[in-house]
């Protein structure tokens, strides 16, 4: 009975810590040439930092060669679908 116990709590944790976490960032330079920087991790403790730190470093690279971050357009869920009006900032 304690190892169905066991089991069934590690089996909660380990859904409720699955998941997927991005970044994405789209840079333009004066050429009108793009780079995106996009980098993915799953959700827990680690990966979010790692996903941060490799993120800003393709950042600064990019805008070392020239590149400015182009502003961005409204987000999706991850259904694809656009948010209500409201969920978009001005």
């Given at each position: ?25 789209v840079l333009t ?22 996903v941060h730190a ?37």
């Open positions: 009975m304690r190892l169905i116990v066991i089991v069934a709590v590690m089996s909660g944790l380990l859904l409720s810590l699955s998941g997927c976490y991005t970044q994405k960032t330079n004066d050429q009108g040439q793009t780079q995106t920087c996009e980098h993915s991790g799953h959700v827990g403790i680690f990966s979010p930092i790692r490799q993120q800003k470093s393709c950042i600064d690279k990019a805008k070392a060669a020239g590149y400015q971050e182009t502003p961005t357009t409204p987000a999706t869920t991850s259904a694809g679908a656009t948010p209500p009006a409201a969920a978009v900032p001005p």
